[in-house]
Protein backbone atom coordinates (compact mmCIF):
# COMPACT_ATOMS: atom_id res chain seq x y z
CA UNK A 1 0.00 0.00 0.00
CA UNK A 2 1.51 3.19 -0.97
CA UNK A 3 2.68 5.85 1.79
CA UNK A 4 3.58 9.60 1.75
CA UNK A 5 7.01 10.41 3.05
CA UNK A 6 6.81 14.16 3.80
CA UNK A 7 9.83 16.86 5.02
CA UNK A 8 7.94 19.17 7.40
CA UNK A 9 8.44 22.45 7.92
CA UNK A 10 9.09 24.02 4.37
CA UNK A 11 7.24 27.16 3.55
CA UNK A 12 4.85 27.14 0.18
CA UNK A 13 5.10 29.81 -2.05
CA UNK A 14 3.60 30.26 -5.74
CA UNK A 15 0.34 29.11 -7.76
CA UNK A 16 -1.66 25.91 -7.36
CA UNK A 17 -4.65 25.16 -10.03
CA UNK A 18 -7.88 23.56 -8.50
CA UNK A 19 -9.60 20.64 -10.94
CA UNK A 20 -13.17 19.51 -11.27
CA UNK A 21 -15.11 19.09 -8.22
CA UNK A 22 -14.96 15.49 -7.20
CA UNK A 23 -18.61 15.71 -5.52
CA UNK A 24 -20.11 17.73 -8.36
CA UNK A 25 -18.76 14.99 -11.20
CA UNK A 26 -19.90 11.79 -9.83
CA UNK A 27 -23.53 13.17 -9.85
CA UNK A 28 -23.10 14.51 -13.18
CA UNK A 29 -21.81 11.36 -14.60
CA UNK A 30 -24.95 9.81 -13.56
CA UNK A 31 -26.98 11.87 -15.51
CA UNK A 32 -25.37 11.00 -19.06
CA UNK A 33 -27.61 8.05 -18.52
CA UNK A 34 -30.50 9.82 -18.95
CA UNK A 35 -30.22 10.43 -22.48
CA UNK A 36 -29.23 8.07 -25.52
CA UNK A 37 -27.18 11.47 -26.99
CA UNK A 38 -24.12 11.73 -26.55
CA UNK A 39 -22.58 14.44 -23.19
CA UNK A 40 -19.55 16.14 -23.27
CA UNK A 41 -18.31 16.54 -19.65
CA UNK A 42 -15.47 18.66 -19.22
CA UNK A 43 -12.80 19.46 -16.08
CA UNK A 44 -13.27 16.27 -15.19
CA UNK A 45 -10.86 15.54 -12.46
CA UNK A 46 -8.22 13.04 -12.54
CA UNK A 47 -9.71 10.81 -9.59
CA UNK A 48 -9.51 7.03 -8.87
CA UNK A 49 -13.50 7.88 -7.53
CA UNK A 50 -13.99 9.46 -11.07
CA UNK A 51 -12.67 5.57 -12.72
CA UNK A 52 -14.91 4.04 -10.41
CA UNK A 53 -18.13 5.62 -11.97
CA UNK A 54 -16.97 5.55 -15.52
CA UNK A 55 -16.76 1.72 -14.89
CA UNK A 56 -20.44 1.50 -13.67
CA UNK A 57 -21.21 3.69 -16.97
CA UNK A 58 -19.58 1.35 -18.69
CA UNK A 59 -21.08 -2.02 -16.93
CA UNK A 60 -24.50 -0.30 -17.81
CA UNK A 61 -23.67 -0.19 -21.88
CA UNK A 62 -22.44 2.97 -22.01
CA UNK A 63 -19.21 4.53 -24.02
CA UNK A 64 -17.21 6.38 -22.30
CA UNK A 65 -13.82 7.76 -24.39
CA UNK A 66 -11.49 10.12 -23.07
CA UNK A 67 -8.99 13.26 -23.72
CA UNK A 68 -7.55 14.60 -21.23
CA UNK A 69 -9.71 16.04 -18.81
CA UNK A 70 -12.89 16.04 -21.30
CA UNK A 71 -15.01 12.75 -21.08
CA UNK A 72 -17.51 11.77 -24.20
CA UNK A 73 -20.44 9.48 -22.58
CA UNK A 74 -23.25 7.96 -25.13
CA UNK A 75 -25.46 6.19 -23.07
CA UNK A 76 -27.16 4.66 -26.29
CA UNK A 77 -28.04 0.99 -25.19
CA UNK A 78 -28.22 0.83 -21.42
CA UNK A 79 -29.20 -1.69 -18.78
CA UNK A 80 -30.82 -1.06 -15.44
CA UNK A 81 -28.81 -3.45 -13.84
CA UNK A 82 -25.45 -2.40 -12.37
CA UNK A 83 -21.98 -4.66 -11.28
CA UNK A 84 -22.75 -5.82 -7.66
CA UNK A 85 -18.72 -5.63 -6.95
CA UNK A 86 -18.25 -2.04 -8.72
CA UNK A 87 -21.23 -0.35 -7.00
CA UNK A 88 -20.44 -1.54 -3.59
CA UNK A 89 -16.89 -0.37 -3.48
CA UNK A 90 -18.23 3.75 -4.06
CA UNK A 91 -21.15 5.54 -2.10
CA UNK A 92 -21.38 7.94 -5.00
CA UNK A 93 -22.93 5.18 -7.28
CA UNK A 94 -25.80 5.32 -5.36
CA UNK A 95 -26.92 8.27 -8.17
CA UNK A 96 -27.34 5.96 -10.91
CA UNK A 97 -30.36 4.73 -8.90
CA UNK A 98 -32.55 7.93 -10.37
CA UNK A 99 -31.59 8.16 -14.53
CA UNK A 100 -31.99 4.38 -14.19
CA UNK A 101 -35.16 4.94 -13.15
CA UNK A 102 -36.17 8.09 -14.96
CA UNK A 103 -35.06 6.55 -18.06
CA UNK A 104 -35.44 2.71 -17.94
CA UNK A 105 -38.13 2.92 -15.55
CA UNK A 106 -36.54 0.42 -13.51
CA UNK A 107 -33.16 -0.73 -11.69
CA UNK A 108 -31.46 -3.12 -9.32
CA UNK A 109 -28.52 -1.32 -7.45
CA UNK A 110 -26.17 -3.17 -5.09
CA UNK A 111 -26.94 -1.34 -1.43
CA UNK A 112 -23.62 0.55 -0.39
CA UNK A 113 -22.41 0.23 2.53
CA UNK A 114 -21.57 2.58 6.22
CA UNK A 115 -17.95 3.57 5.91
CA UNK A 116 -15.59 4.77 8.37
CA UNK A 117 -17.29 8.38 8.61
CA UNK A 118 -20.56 6.78 9.90
CA UNK A 119 -23.70 4.97 8.73
CA UNK A 120 -24.67 7.04 5.96
CA UNK A 121 -27.94 5.18 5.38
CA UNK A 122 -30.17 6.00 1.94
CA UNK A 123 -33.85 5.82 3.36
CA UNK A 124 -34.23 9.62 2.12
CA UNK A 125 -32.82 8.32 -1.48
CA UNK A 126 -35.80 5.99 -1.20
CA UNK A 127 -38.43 8.40 0.03
CA UNK A 128 -37.80 10.73 -2.93
CA UNK A 129 -37.74 7.84 -5.16
CA UNK A 130 -41.28 6.40 -3.62
CA UNK A 131 -42.68 9.94 -3.74
CA UNK A 132 -42.38 10.06 -7.48
CA UNK A 133 -44.87 6.73 -7.28
CA UNK A 134 -41.83 3.56 -7.65
CA UNK A 135 -42.08 0.60 -5.75
CA UNK A 136 -39.14 0.07 -3.80
CA UNK A 137 -37.62 -3.26 -2.55
CA UNK A 138 -34.17 -3.70 -0.52
CA UNK A 139 -33.21 -7.39 -0.76
CA UNK A 140 -30.17 -9.66 -0.29
CA UNK A 141 -27.81 -6.42 -0.52
CA UNK A 142 -29.87 -5.22 -3.20
CA UNK A 143 -32.63 -2.25 -4.00
CA UNK A 144 -34.85 -2.79 -6.59
CA UNK A 145 -36.82 0.15 -8.31
CA UNK A 146 -39.23 0.03 -10.55
CA UNK A 147 -42.71 2.03 -11.54
CA UNK A 148 -44.61 2.01 -14.85
CA UNK A 149 -44.85 5.84 -14.49
CA UNK A 150 -43.25 8.52 -12.41
CA UNK A 151 -45.49 11.16 -11.59
CA UNK A 152 -44.38 14.63 -10.54
CA UNK A 153 -45.34 15.87 -6.52
CA UNK A 154 -44.60 17.63 -3.74
CA UNK A 155 -41.75 15.89 -1.77
CA UNK A 156 -39.98 17.05 1.87
CA UNK A 157 -36.84 14.99 1.87
CA UNK A 158 -35.16 16.63 4.99
CA UNK A 159 -33.67 13.75 6.86
CA UNK A 160 -32.49 14.32 11.21
CA UNK A 161 -29.61 16.15 10.37
CA UNK A 162 -31.22 18.41 7.45
CA UNK A 163 -31.01 17.66 3.33
CA UNK A 164 -29.33 15.15 1.69
CA UNK A 165 -26.74 16.25 -0.99
CA UNK A 166 -27.11 12.91 -3.26
CA UNK A 167 -30.26 12.46 -1.83
CA UNK A 168 -31.73 15.55 -3.21
CA UNK A 169 -29.55 14.69 -6.83
CA UNK A 170 -31.38 11.48 -7.55
CA UNK A 171 -34.61 12.54 -6.43
CA UNK A 172 -34.16 15.94 -9.15
CA UNK A 173 -32.96 13.63 -11.75
CA UNK A 174 -35.52 11.26 -11.55
CA UNK A 175 -38.41 13.92 -11.88
CA UNK A 176 -37.01 15.21 -14.82
CA UNK A 177 -39.03 12.46 -16.84
CA UNK A 178 -41.81 12.51 -14.62
CA UNK A 179 -45.06 14.10 -15.42
CA UNK A 180 -46.39 16.69 -14.17
CA UNK A 181 -44.15 18.92 -11.52
CA UNK A 182 -42.01 17.64 -8.76
CA UNK A 183 -41.37 20.12 -5.89
CA UNK A 184 -38.54 19.37 -3.21
CA UNK A 185 -38.71 20.68 -0.24
CA UNK A 186 -35.91 20.89 1.80
CA UNK A 187 -33.17 20.51 -0.56
CA UNK A 188 -29.90 20.24 -0.18
CA UNK A 189 -28.65 24.20 -1.39
CA UNK A 190 -24.82 22.94 -2.53
CA UNK A 191 -23.00 24.20 -5.09
CA UNK A 192 -22.85 20.72 -6.15
CA UNK A 193 -26.34 20.35 -6.60
CA UNK A 194 -26.36 23.63 -8.70
CA UNK A 195 -24.14 22.38 -10.78
CA UNK A 196 -25.94 19.12 -11.66
CA UNK A 197 -29.07 21.15 -12.35
CA UNK A 198 -27.15 23.06 -14.80
CA UNK A 199 -26.35 20.04 -16.73
CA UNK A 200 -30.04 18.91 -16.84
CA UNK A 201 -31.02 22.53 -18.02
CA UNK A 202 -28.65 22.14 -20.81
CA UNK A 203 -29.89 18.71 -21.68
CA UNK A 204 -33.43 20.28 -21.82
CA UNK A 205 -34.43 19.49 -18.14
CA UNK A 206 -36.91 22.40 -16.50
CA UNK A 207 -35.61 22.71 -13.36
CA UNK A 208 -35.90 25.77 -10.80
CA UNK A 209 -34.13 26.88 -7.35
CA UNK A 210 -31.79 24.37 -7.79
CA UNK A 211 -28.77 26.28 -4.57
CA UNK A 212 -32.35 27.25 -2.80
CA UNK A 213 -34.08 24.48 -0.17
CA UNK A 214 -37.08 24.35 -2.95
CA UNK A 215 -36.50 23.31 -5.79
CA UNK A 216 -39.10 22.55 -9.14
CA UNK A 217 -38.90 20.66 -11.54
CA UNK A 218 -41.52 20.65 -14.63
CA UNK A 219 -41.04 16.80 -16.12
CA UNK A 220 -40.13 16.34 -20.21
CA UNK A 221 -40.80 13.54 -22.21
CA UNK A 222 -37.07 13.54 -23.56
CA UNK A 223 -33.64 14.69 -23.09
CA UNK A 224 -30.92 15.19 -25.25
CA UNK A 225 -26.79 15.57 -25.23
CA UNK A 226 -25.00 18.44 -24.04
CA UNK A 227 -21.40 19.85 -23.34
CA UNK A 228 -20.97 20.67 -20.26
CA UNK A 229 -17.86 21.89 -18.05
CA UNK A 230 -17.81 21.05 -14.16
CA UNK A 231 -17.18 23.59 -11.89
CA UNK A 232 -13.45 24.45 -9.86
CA UNK A 233 -13.71 21.77 -6.45
CA UNK A 234 -14.21 24.24 -3.38
CA UNK A 235 -13.12 21.09 -1.25
CA UNK A 236 -9.45 21.29 -2.89
CA UNK A 237 -9.49 24.70 -3.24
CA UNK A 238 -10.33 25.02 1.22
CA UNK A 239 -7.81 22.37 1.29
CA UNK A 240 -5.26 24.26 -0.32
CA UNK A 241 -5.74 27.38 1.33
CA UNK A 242 -5.34 26.07 4.82
CA UNK A 243 -2.02 24.36 3.50
CA UNK A 244 -0.98 28.36 2.58
CA UNK A 245 -2.38 28.83 6.31
CA UNK A 246 -0.74 26.25 8.18
CA UNK A 247 2.52 26.61 6.88
CA UNK A 248 2.12 30.15 7.76
CA UNK A 249 2.65 30.92 3.74
CA UNK A 250 1.32 32.81 0.71
CA UNK A 251 -0.41 31.03 -2.02
CA UNK A 252 -2.46 31.71 -5.16
CA UNK A 253 -5.37 29.13 -5.93
CA UNK A 254 -7.54 29.11 -9.35
CA UNK A 255 -9.98 28.62 -10.66
CA UNK A 256 -12.23 28.69 -7.73
CA UNK A 257 -15.91 30.30 -7.05
CA UNK A 258 -15.57 33.09 -3.82
CA UNK A 259 -19.02 32.37 -3.24
CA UNK A 260 -18.71 28.74 -2.81
CA UNK A 261 -15.66 29.06 -0.01
CA UNK A 262 -17.56 32.09 1.70
CA UNK A 263 -17.80 30.24 5.27
CA UNK A 264 -14.61 28.91 4.76
CA UNK A 265 -12.77 31.48 4.32
CA UNK A 266 -14.44 33.83 6.86
CA UNK A 267 -13.12 31.32 9.32
CA UNK A 268 -9.26 31.74 8.00
CA UNK A 269 -9.71 35.64 7.98
CA UNK A 270 -11.31 34.92 11.85
CA UNK A 271 -8.23 33.52 12.49
CA UNK A 272 -5.82 35.47 11.11
CA UNK A 273 -5.39 34.84 7.41
CA UNK A 274 -5.53 37.45 4.78
CA UNK A 275 -7.75 36.28 1.87
CA UNK A 276 -7.69 38.72 -1.89
CA UNK A 277 -9.92 37.93 -4.58
CA UNK A 278 -8.98 38.73 -8.15
CA UNK A 279 -11.93 37.34 -10.17
CA UNK A 280 -10.37 33.98 -10.67
CA UNK A 281 -8.35 33.07 -7.62
CA UNK A 282 -7.74 34.06 -4.36
CA UNK A 283 -4.55 34.55 -2.61
CA UNK A 284 -3.59 33.64 0.91
CA UNK A 285 -1.24 35.05 3.36
CA UNK A 286 -0.76 33.39 6.86
CA UNK A 287 1.45 34.28 9.25
CA UNK A 288 0.15 34.58 13.05
CA UNK A 289 -3.27 32.29 13.31
CA UNK A 290 -5.40 32.09 16.21
CA UNK A 291 -7.84 30.07 17.93
CA UNK A 292 -11.66 30.15 15.82
CA UNK A 293 -14.97 28.36 17.00
CA UNK A 294 -16.49 26.31 14.08
CA UNK A 295 -19.63 23.79 13.45
CA UNK A 296 -20.50 22.37 10.31
CA UNK A 297 -23.50 22.28 8.32
CA UNK A 298 -25.54 21.63 5.43
CA UNK A 299 -24.18 24.91 3.05
CA UNK A 300 -23.47 27.64 3.08
CA UNK A 301 -22.64 26.77 6.45
CA UNK A 302 -19.20 25.52 7.22
CA UNK A 303 -18.63 22.31 5.21
CA UNK A 304 -18.25 18.50 6.57
CA UNK A 305 -15.46 17.81 4.28
CA UNK A 306 -13.32 20.41 5.81
CA UNK A 307 -13.43 20.02 9.65
CA UNK A 308 -10.47 17.48 9.29
CA UNK A 309 -8.48 19.45 7.60
CA UNK A 310 -9.25 22.76 9.18
CA UNK A 311 -8.73 20.98 12.45
CA UNK A 312 -5.39 20.55 11.35
CA UNK A 313 -4.31 23.81 11.41
CA UNK A 314 -6.34 25.19 14.63
CA UNK A 315 -3.77 22.18 16.41
CA UNK A 316 -1.23 24.89 15.19
CA UNK A 317 -3.41 27.90 16.27
CA UNK A 318 -2.60 30.12 19.17
CA UNK A 319 -5.42 29.54 21.46
CA UNK A 320 -8.36 27.02 22.26
CA UNK A 321 -10.73 26.30 19.87
CA UNK A 322 -13.70 24.12 19.89
CA UNK A 323 -14.77 22.01 16.90
CA UNK A 324 -18.07 20.42 16.36
CA UNK A 325 -18.81 17.72 13.68
CA UNK A 326 -22.83 17.97 13.08
CA UNK A 327 -23.02 16.19 9.76
CA UNK A 328 -21.33 12.40 9.93
CA UNK A 329 -21.61 10.94 13.62
CA UNK A 330 -18.11 9.21 13.10
CA UNK A 331 -15.97 12.01 11.49
CA UNK A 332 -13.47 12.81 14.24
CA UNK A 333 -11.36 9.91 13.42
CA UNK A 334 -8.48 11.76 12.58
CA UNK A 335 -8.03 13.57 16.44
CA UNK A 336 -6.19 10.27 17.43
CA UNK A 337 -3.58 10.65 14.70
CA UNK A 338 -3.22 14.10 15.01
CA UNK A 339 -2.27 13.52 18.80
CA UNK A 340 0.19 11.10 17.90
CA UNK A 341 2.01 14.45 16.19
CA UNK A 342 1.86 16.23 19.32
CA UNK A 343 -1.77 18.05 19.62
CA UNK A 344 -3.76 18.92 22.44
CA UNK A 345 -7.08 17.79 21.91
CA UNK A 346 -10.12 17.03 24.15
CA UNK A 347 -13.17 15.33 22.94
CA UNK A 348 -16.50 15.32 24.16
CA UNK A 349 -19.27 13.56 22.13
CA UNK A 350 -19.06 15.02 18.67
CA UNK A 351 -16.79 18.09 19.85
CA UNK A 352 -12.89 18.50 19.92
CA UNK A 353 -11.46 21.03 22.21
CA UNK A 354 -8.10 21.67 20.29
CA UNK A 355 -5.69 23.16 22.37
CA UNK A 356 -3.30 25.16 20.00
CA UNK A 357 0.91 23.77 20.41
CA UNK A 358 3.83 25.87 18.96
CA UNK A 359 4.85 22.82 16.79
CA UNK A 360 4.02 19.60 15.83
CA UNK A 361 6.49 16.74 15.67
CA UNK A 362 6.13 14.14 12.49
CA UNK A 363 4.86 10.85 13.05
CA UNK A 364 4.13 7.71 11.52
CA UNK A 365 0.08 8.45 10.81
CA UNK A 366 -3.16 7.13 9.15
CA UNK A 367 -5.71 8.80 7.43
CA UNK A 368 -8.96 7.02 7.78
CA UNK A 369 -10.93 8.53 4.97
CA UNK A 370 -10.60 10.89 2.24
CA UNK A 371 -10.39 14.31 4.20
CA UNK A 372 -8.81 12.78 7.56
CA UNK A 373 -5.86 11.81 5.12
CA UNK A 374 -5.67 15.55 3.33
CA UNK A 375 -5.81 16.63 6.98
CA UNK A 376 -2.95 14.49 8.05
CA UNK A 377 -1.15 15.74 4.77
CA UNK A 378 -1.40 19.53 6.00
CA UNK A 379 -0.23 18.56 9.56
CA UNK A 380 2.96 16.86 7.87
CA UNK A 381 3.58 20.08 5.86
CA UNK A 382 3.86 21.68 9.34
CA UNK A 383 5.53 19.50 11.42
CA UNK A 384 9.01 19.23 12.62
CA UNK A 385 10.52 15.99 10.66
CA UNK A 386 9.74 13.59 9.17
CA UNK A 387 5.45 12.38 8.53
CA UNK A 388 4.71 9.52 6.67
CA UNK A 389 1.05 9.11 6.03
CA UNK A 390 -0.87 5.75 5.30
CA UNK A 391 -4.71 5.66 3.72
CA UNK A 392 -3.60 7.27 0.45
CA UNK A 393 -6.58 4.52 -1.30
CA UNK A 394 -8.74 7.48 0.16
CA UNK A 395 -6.58 10.79 -0.45
CA UNK A 396 -6.37 9.07 -4.30
CA UNK A 397 -10.18 9.16 -4.55
CA UNK A 398 -11.08 13.21 -4.14
CA UNK A 399 -7.41 14.90 -4.35
CA UNK A 400 -6.13 14.92 -8.42
CA UNK A 401 -2.33 15.12 -8.24
CA UNK A 402 -2.43 15.93 -4.42
CA UNK A 403 1.34 16.10 -3.93
CA UNK A 404 2.41 16.76 -7.66
CA UNK A 405 0.39 20.12 -6.91
CA UNK A 406 1.97 20.61 -3.17
CA UNK A 407 5.58 20.10 -4.32
CA UNK A 408 5.61 22.46 -7.03
CA UNK A 409 4.61 25.29 -4.38
CA UNK A 410 8.11 24.34 -2.53
CA UNK A 411 6.45 21.00 -0.52
CA UNK A 412 8.65 17.98 -0.12
CA UNK A 413 6.53 14.66 -0.32
CA UNK A 414 7.40 11.48 -1.45
CA UNK A 415 5.40 8.48 -2.85
N1 LIG B 1 -28.63 10.83 5.42
C1 LIG B 1 -29.70 10.10 5.87
N2 LIG B 1 -30.45 9.40 4.95
C2 LIG B 1 -30.17 9.45 3.62
C3 LIG B 1 -29.08 10.21 3.17
C4 LIG B 1 -28.33 10.90 4.10
O1 LIG B 1 -29.98 10.05 7.07
O2 LIG B 1 -30.90 8.79 2.84
C5 LIG B 1 -27.81 11.57 6.40
C6 LIG B 1 -26.35 11.14 6.37
O3 LIG B 1 -26.13 9.99 7.14
C7 LIG B 1 -25.65 12.37 6.90
C8 LIG B 1 -26.49 13.51 6.35
O4 LIG B 1 -27.76 12.93 6.01
O5 LIG B 1 -25.73 12.38 8.31
C9 LIG B 1 -25.94 14.21 5.13
O6 LIG B 1 -25.57 13.24 4.16
P1 LIG B 1 -25.67 13.52 2.60
O7 LIG B 1 -26.68 12.61 2.00
O8 LIG B 1 -25.82 14.97 2.34
O9 LIG B 1 -24.23 13.03 2.12
P2 LIG B 1 -23.91 12.41 0.70
O10 LIG B 1 -24.76 13.06 -0.30
O11 LIG B 1 -23.94 10.93 0.78
C10 LIG B 1 -22.09 14.11 -0.09
C11 LIG B 1 -20.64 14.07 -0.41
C12 LIG B 1 -19.83 13.92 0.87
C13 LIG B 1 -20.16 15.10 1.79
C14 LIG B 1 -21.67 15.13 2.06
C15 LIG B 1 -22.12 16.30 2.91
C16 LIG B 1 -20.57 13.05 -2.61
C17 LIG B 1 -20.13 11.90 -3.45
N3 LIG B 1 -20.35 12.94 -1.29
O12 LIG B 1 -22.40 12.84 0.51
O13 LIG B 1 -18.47 14.01 0.48
O14 LIG B 1 -19.47 14.97 3.00
O15 LIG B 1 -22.39 15.19 0.80
O16 LIG B 1 -21.78 17.50 2.31
O17 LIG B 1 -21.07 14.02 -3.11
C18 LIG B 1 -16.16 13.66 0.69
O18 LIG B 1 -16.04 14.25 -0.39
O19 LIG B 1 -15.17 13.37 1.42
C19 LIG B 1 -17.50 13.28 1.14
C20 LIG B 1 -17.72 12.37 2.07
Redesign the pocket.
Known sequence: MDSFLIEGGLPLNGEVTISGS??AV??ILAATLLTSETCIIRRVPDLS?VGFMLKILQSLGAEVTQDGSTLTIRAANISGRGDYELIRKM??S??ILGPLLARLKEAVVSLPGGCV???????????GLRGLGAQVEVEAGYVRVHASRLEGQMIFLG?????????T?NLMMAATLASGITVIESA?C?P?VVDLAGLLIAMGAKVRGAGTPTITIVGVDRLHGADYAVIPDR?EAGTFLLAAAITRSHLRISPVIPEHLGAVITKLEEAGCTIQHDGIGLTVKADRITAVDLRTQ??PGF???LQAPFMSLLATAQGTSVITEN???NRLQHVAELQRMGAAIRMQGNTAFVEGVSRLSGAPVQGS???ASAAMVLAGLAADGITTVQGLEFLDR?YADFEGKLNAVGASIRR
Not at 119 to 127: A, E, G, S, V, Y
Request: net charge negative.
Open positions: KNLPDRGICIGTRPIDLHLKGRVGPTVLGAAEEIPFPTDIFEDLRG
